[in-house]
């Protein structure tokens, strides 16, 4: 995703940060939030649906919905590390073959993307300045199912996303976090013509699906 420089996301998301989340994932599976977006994918039906999935990472909604019957993926990411692991795990499972990677950012990529049935960000929209921009392009290509998961805007999170991108100032780097309100991430998908679905929250994040 783009945040102010070219590179800040390979810079950020490197092989070593892909190769610890990978061995986690393998370890552990998904996170509980990854977790809960994709029972909730999985209970609106992904059987031979097509999937474009946004800041993918190691893959963990990818490699759980071809499980569940999908047809198709599509791995969309600035971090090329992420990609490699998230083939990789894809060549182990012998699932690469239904597996397509796009290095670079979505918006830039968006064009050249067809729109598939499920569009998931699964805590991409927080790694976006364009929060507007990201949206319209990502809902625009969801046939029937848009997954996400964002944190919520509450004042501990206010804080916590200070403190990251204080730390990221220090350690001059480029890559920042965003709280975009909740009510203009919903506003944006209901201009996209999706309604809510599905939503469950955590202290920290909220988990929705959106169907067209």
């Known amino acids: ?32 939030t990854t977790r809960a977006l994709i029972d909730a994918l999985v209970s609106a039906g992904v059987k031979d649906a097509t999937v474009l999935d946004v800041g993918g990472g190691v893959g963990a909604i990818q490699h759980a919905l071809l499980e569940q019957g999908a047809a198709s993926t ?32 979505f918006i830039t990529v968006a064009p050249d993307i067809e729109p598939m049935d499920v569009v998931t960000l699964d805590k991409v929209i927080c790694c976006y300045p364009d929060m507007e921009t990201l949206v319209a392009a990502s809902a625009s290509r969801a046939k029937r199912l848009y997954g996400a ?23 001059r780097r480029g890559f920042r976090v965003y709280l975009h309100p909740v009510a203009a991430i ?8 999706l309604s809510p679905r599905a939503e469950r929250q955590t202290f920290v994040w909220r988990v929705v699906v959106y169907a067209r």
């Open 149 to 171: 998961v964002f944190p919520r805007d509450r004042w501990s999170t206010k804080i916590g996303i200070a403190a990251i991108n204080a730390f990221m100032r220090v350690m």
């Open 186 to 193: 919903d506003a944006a998908l209901r201009r996209q013509g």
């Open 74 to 105: 599509i791995d969309v990411d600035a971090s090329a590390e992420y990609l490699r692991a998230a083939r990789e795990e894809g060549e182990r499972r012998g699932t690469a073959g239904r597996m397509s990677f796009v290095h670079g950012d």
């Open 1 to 32: 995703m783009k945040c102010g420089c070219a590179d800040c996301y390979d810079v950020m998301f490197d092989v070593r940060m892909a190769r610890k989340d990978l061995k986690h994932f393998r370890k552990d599976g998904p996170d509980p």
